[in-house]
């Protein structure tokens, strides 16, 4: 995408393109209006076809999946980035009273300041949070303003899969859509206030719902979330932590405000980059959800991604000609080298191989879409759903069979921690303390102190816990659960044991 600028006239005939070499000389939508952008080699858009065709392209995401449904709660993460402004300006036009179709959900907004992670002082963090104040007041939405170090307060419940239907199952959208109109238009007809008013109700609730702003920060939990993102040894599994604590967070906001919807902002570029990290990290089986439309994995609270159709460079382009205000808020990566982590090295890749080869996140995206999740069929009649991941609740992935890779990966350590490395030097030959196999925990067949953590995790956030060097940072509500799923496995272990000596001691 290409600046065209917007001082030259509209060109004679009813050509919209330029020869070749040349700049086009007419918007290709309505054929008469100068362009001001290229999206696509050939595709010029004059400002108000572009806006058109961005406000169309957001509106068609949510109706074709159809998962919003009338007078629900919607959540939507801003992180102050160019992608999540853009996703607050279009539920904001959508529900404006110049929407041809209006939104018929119910908006709030969520910003998560992680300003301790990424080493801003107080003052630092204070000049942001009065900028995100500014911005989301302005939007007259309800809004919730809360800090990552309030993950030391969650409680166990936010580890959970909730199961919830918002809807009858069998009532489908439409006839939800066709209720929720012949509500309106009977409420109305009811009251001797204009429909104006009571739609202007429903966007900002007055009293204390309509802002949520954070206290003072815990200087107590601040240097506790200091203390475990200097537990962790690298940049990688660092970026992963902090974005479990994020979704932790959010999670539990939705779930405490009555929000079954939550909208991130994740943008076409940003799905290519995730999918391909995300194959790098382990969590091949996740994809659909990771990268998807919709997530379903935290049950009564659906994680969307309605911006996911759109290119970074349109949305930059759209921010800019449109006056979309956004807030500049370093992250973990902020002046990182390019192989500082794995997250930043296929972002890297990608973005170079874009330069060269202009179809490369959209081919990258576009096979993400292809894939599917697959319901989990249960071994037999009533037994219990199978079991999640204590972090991502993604479900388990650890049950390996014959020749597979990671039945391979678990022999490699198993030999690993059984063998003894020589003097000086790792089970490879390598020093000790080196990443990998190769580490510290591992002369003798010392046990590693992940051990216990090991069996509740998915593959990928094995890695994520196997890069920390201890596990007591970790908030209070993780140890608790993970105690709980302990005494619950021991239990049921006791249990079969004792059924089996029953069986034995039976008369043959």
Do not use: W
């Not at 065209?4 to 060109?11: F, T």
């Not at 003798?444 to 953590?453: E, H, K, S, T, V």
């Not at 105690?483 to 034995?504: G, P, S, V, Y």
């Amino acid at each position: 995408m290409c600046d065209a600028g917007g001082g030259g006239g509209c060109g004679e005939g009813p050509a919209a393109r330029a020869p070749s070499g040349g700049r086009p000389a007419k918007c290709v939508k309505c054929r008469e209006g100068a362009p001001v952008l290229v999206i696509r080699v050939g595709d010029a858009f004059c400002k108000a076809c572009f806006k058109d065709y961005f406000v169309h392209k957001f509106r068609a995401t949510l109706g074709k999946n159809r998962c919003i449904f009338p007078g629900e709660k919607v959540l939507l993460a801003f992180s102050g980035g160019p992608a999540s402004s853009a996703m607050v300006r279009q539920v904001q036009e959508g529900l404006s009273r110049e929407a041809a179709k209006k939104l018929r959900f119910k908006p709030g907004i969520i910003f998560v300041d992680e300003g301790a992670v990424c080493g801003q002082n107080l003052e630092k963090r204070r000049e942001v949070h009065s900028q995100v104040e500014m911005i989301l007041k302005a939007t007259g939405f309800p809004f919730h303003l809360v800090h990552l170090e309030e993950a030391f307060d969650l409680p166990g419940s936010v580890l959970h899969s909730i199961s919830h239907s918002a809807t009858d199952e069998g009532q489908s959208y439409k006839e939800a859509v066709d209720g929720f109109i012949r509500q309106q238009q009977s409420e109305r007809a009811r009251t001797s206030l204009p429909s104006q008013l009571s739609e202007l109700s429903i966007q900002c609730p007055a009293g204390k719902e309509a802002a949520e702003v954070p206290g003072p920060v815990s200087i107590s939990h601040t240097a506790e979330l200091t203390h475990l993102f200097r537990a962790v040894k690298t940049l990688t599994a660092k970026e992963e932590l902090l974005q479990t604590l994020r979704t932790h967070l959010i999670l539990h906001v939705a779930r405490t405000n009555g929000y079954t919807k939550v909208m991130m902002g994740d943008s076409c570029t940003r799905v290519a980059v995730k999918l391909l990290t995300n194959l790098c990290l382990g969590r091949g089986a996740f994809l659909a959800g990771d990268t998807g439309f919709s997530d379903s994995r935290y049950g009564d609270v659906l994680m969307l991604r309605p911006m996911r159709e759109y290119s970074a460079k349109e949305i930059a382009f759209y921010n800019r000609l449109f006056g979309v205000p956004a807030v500049f808020t370093p992250s973990l990566d902020t002046k990182a080298s390019d192989r500082a982590s794995i997250h930043r090295l296929i972002e890297s890749f990608l973005y170079k191989l874009q330069l060269e080869f202009p179809s490369t996140v959209s081919t990258v995206y576009r096979t993400g879409e292809k894939l599917g999740t697959t319901p989990r069929d249960a071994a037999g009649c009533g037994e219990a759903e199978p079991e999640r991941c204590l972090l991502c609740l993604c479900h388990l992935d650890t049950n390996v069979v014959d020749g597979s890779a990671l039945q391979s990966t678990l022999l490699s350590e198993e030999l690993c921690q059984k063998q003894p490395p020589s003097a000086g030097s790792g089970c490879c030959g390598g020093p000790p303390n080196q990443t990998g196999c190769c580490r510290s925990f591992l002369r003798a067949g010392a046990m590693p102190p992940q051990a216990p953590f090991l069996p509740l995790l998915c593959y990928s956030c094995q890695l994520t816990v196997k890069d920390m060097t201890c596990l007591e940072p970790l908030p209070p509500y993780v140890h608790a659960e993970a105690e709980h799923r302990q005494r619950r496995a021991a239990m049921k272990q006791e249990i079969q044991e004792f059924l089996l000596e029953d069986e034995e001691d039976l008369p043959d």
